[in-house]
């Protein structure tokens, strides 16, 4: 019964818009892409590269990539190139470049003194793949198979390895011998894993928001975002009692279908999109616009309010929906290309204590939702290694980034991201917040201490502690410049 609840519960969230998704670009630039008929942002300078098809099996095919570069301003001290990755894995990556420059994101230091370089990672934006897989994922609504075949065929080409590959092939052609790196999120990853087959080209990398060096299968990196999730419930719920009421009555509506409270009924697909709300990132504004229900049911069982409230949530959708669909299969395709320990049905199945033990409000609804993602996985693997003892390859410090309240990649990553550079770390922890990305987006903190930095790696301090409070929560006020990080509905 209760897996038949926690499956109801599974199609609640997709319901309500809520799950995974999409997203898109958020920042067009005002017509359809593709590589066949690429677009350059205004103040840009685009190009297409060819590189192989497959770095495993180099049959010298080609494929081409999309880059743009925004030159830097002061040509007299320029330091070099600063690559910068936004997250997904689906995340395009030029337009948002050009957003974040021409909003004037980035301290002017930066503008001035680098050549910004951002690559659309193949299957999304401009580059190779992304035609096909936005084919296939529009008709996954009506046949959850429509992307095995890209998948048998491709999915090994987008790889995370492959876009470590491309990055340094692109290095090659702009006639660089190190880069400086920026990578939010799932960017991270890229941007460690590129230090690790590459550590003498690293002159400067900044992990924001990082996601674990270790984890080698899509389940266990839910089993840590169920703890993440828990982790963030408890911190905004704000007492012990509110927490243990919360658990109490997530137990209930997945076992029995509902709330029952003492002015009426709170079902299941209300229920679950309160849940929802209470793990999203401040910027979104679903917790602010719930929390009073959530109280009023927690503090006086009470439930008249947050029935009203959820109601009434206007959940994000994607302009762009084909989009949307691409990034969501792109995610899949990535991750599960990227396994480097698959587990069987089996396997994955002896977890289930875990997650349970993880989080009362969140451990159940990942397991039988999202963990099995990579279960009937169909294409080649492209397994990454796991990134580790790292100052004993590059010379330089790192700085990291990390939410103490991290919805998307919670901070026991930051955590093992820090310990796998291990003397190298230099660490700015994020307090105060609920958010997910954490540089350039207006907390001097935070924007100060990354700026020098990059300018000069050796000037970080070991710790530093910044109030996240004043970061921009809007992604639809410009006033507050918003960030793609704030759109990414992946990692």
Known sequence: MKKAILASAVSAILLAGCGGGGGGDGFSVGADKSEDSPICATGLECQQLEV????????????????????????????????????????????????????????????E?????????????????????KQCAVELANNVNACDEFNTKSAVNISTNTLVKDIDALRAHLGEEQISFLGYSYGTRVGSVYADLFPERIRALVLDSPMSPKRGNFVEMNLDNAKGYDVVASYRLGTPERKQALDQGVTSLFNN???????????????????????????????????????????????????????????????DQADAARTNAMFKSVVCADESTPLTFAEANTYEPDFAQASAVYGLRNFYSEANMCMNWVGE???????????????????????????????????????????????????????????????????????????????????????????????????????????????
């Not at 020098?452 to 910044?466: F, G, I, R």
């Not at 970061?471 to 990414?488: C, D, E, F, I, Q």
Request: aromatic share 10%; hydrophobic share 40%; glycine share 8%.
């Open 52 to 111: 192989p098809a497959s770095y495993i099996n180099d049959d010298g095919s080609k494929v081409k990539v999309f880059y743009a570069i925004h030159k830097a301003t002061d040509t007299n001290n320029r330091i070099g190139t600063l690559f910068v990755n936004f997250g997904g894995p689906g995340q395009e990556a030029q337009a948002s470049l050009a957003w974040m420059v021409n909003a004037g994101l980035f301290d002017q230091a930066i503008v």
């Open 113 to 133: 003194r680098f050549d910004i370089v951002a690559l659309d990672p193949r299957g999304s934006g401009q580059s190779a793949y992304a035609k096909e897989l």
């Open 257 to 319: 279908g509902a709330i029952y409270g003492n002015d009426g009924e709170l079902d299941l697909v209300t229920g679950v999109n309160a849940i929802f709300a209470l793990r999203t990132k401040d910027s979104e504004g679903y917790w602010d616009h719930q929390k009073a229900g959530v109280f009023e049911l927690l503090d006086n069982g009470k439930v008249s309010l947050l029935n009203r409230l959820v109601a009434s949530t206007n959940w994000y959708q994607a302009d």
């Open 381 to 491: 693997r492209d397994p990454m290694a796991t990134v580790t003892e790292m100052d004993a390859k590059l010379q330089q410090p790192v700085l990291i980034l990390g939410g103490q309240y991290d919805p998307r990649t919670p901070y026991i990553w930051t955590e093992a991201m820090s310990e796998s550079f291990a003397s190298l770390t230099r660490l700015i922890r994020v307090e105060n917040i609920v958010e997910h990305g954490f540089s350039y987006r207006g907390n001097r903190c935070i924007d100060n201490a990354s700026t020098a930095y990059l300018l000069d790696p050796s000037s970080a301090s070991n710790e530093l502690v910044c109030d996240g409070s004043t970061l921009a929560r809007s992604a639809g006020n410009t006033a507050l410049k918003p960030h793609p990080v704030m759109l990414n509905q992946h990692f």
